[in-house]
């Protein structure tokens, strides 16, 4: 790795500040956002930051993006403002989202007349771990993409796995990753709010639960935050609620395509849909637990 190696990271906030600060510290990295105070936080930490997306990507190797759907990827890369026009030939583009199969062939069609390269890397793990470089990484792409990607790939995940050589395997994988995770948050939501009508300390409950053979990373990572759930602040937004309303909508059109029956899955979206509509969108994921139990029940 080398700090000749030249990466853009265009969105620069919980997940994107943590990541380009980490790949920092080995390489060069330039970075944009359209918020001033997330520009300066990552000028603080060694980020070469500019005025605008297509400024940032110019003469980068590669340009890592984290963004919310396939609409937005495709705005991002070939809007009125799109960074693919000014992205050199055999650079390569990251995709770090989970935006589902569908959007990838037109993007690589498009990309490919640019000279670039796609590839398909959904992570997971949450801004502390991207910080640690402690992310799991899925990673779709030809071997040629692969090696190009490799220092930026290599510095963020602790679990790099290769699913395919072609993009849309990482989001294939990611979407099957994501089907567990909501279905896990969703499942300790529940199991907290029962602890509380049971009359149960729900600090001990957890602590006893992570113990045993219910324990899951979800549960650990998320417990804490369900417990905060009903606090004046509440808990602080690490992943929003409606991520999962995107992600389960995602898991539902897969499972339908492939003509399988996933009602554990289904089941676990509408509790997210019915936190979006009771206004717990912009929440954390964690305050799923308030649509199964608006109140706490005990001090």
Do not use: W
């Amino acid at each position: 790795m080398s700090a000749n190696y030249k990466v853009t990271v265009l969105g620069l906030g919980a997940m994107g500040l943590p990541m380009a600060t980490r790949l920092a510290s080995q390489l060069t990295v330039h970075g944009f956002d359209i918020a001033e105070a997330r520009l300066a936080l990552a000028a603080e930490a060694g980020i070469h930051t500019f005025s605008s997306a297509r400024e940032a990507a110019k003469g980068a190797d590669a340009l890592l993006l984290a963004v919310r759907n396939g609409e937005q990827l495709n705005d991002v890369l070939f809007g009125d403002n799109g960074v693919a026009s000014v992205l050199e030939p055999g650079a390569v583009v990251i995709l770090g989202s989970t935006v589902g199969t569908e959007a990838i062939p037109a993007t690589v069609a498009r990309l490919a007349e640019y000279g670039v390269e796609l590839v398909d890397a959904p992570l997971s793990g949450g801004p502390k771990r991207a910080g640690e470089g402690d992310l799991l990484i899925v990673v779709g792409a030809t071997p040629e993409a692969q090696e190009k990607a490799r220092p930026v790939l290599e510095l963020l995940a602790s679990t790099l796995t290769i699913v395919g050589d072609k993009p849309g395997d990482g989001q294939a994988l990611k979407t099957v990753n994501q089907l567990l995770c909501g279905i896990h948050i969703a499942a300790a939501a529940e199991a907290m709010a029962l602890a509380d009508a049971l009359g149960l300390d729900q600090a001990k409950t957890l602590a006893a639960l992570e113990a045993g053979a219910a324990g899951s990373f979800m549960l650990s990572n998320r417990g804490p935050r369900i417990l905060e759930a009903y606090t004046e602040e509440g808990a602080e937004v690490l992943s929003r609620l409606d991520i999962f309303v995107k992600d389960m909508g995602i898991v539902g059109k897969a499972t339908r395509a492939a003509g399988l029956a996933a009602p554990v899955a289904a089941a676990a979206e509408q509790l997210y849909l019915l936190g979006q509509a009771q206004g717990l969108a912009a929440a954390d994921d964690s305050a799923v637990i308030k649509v199964v139990a608006p109140t706490k029940r005990t001090a």
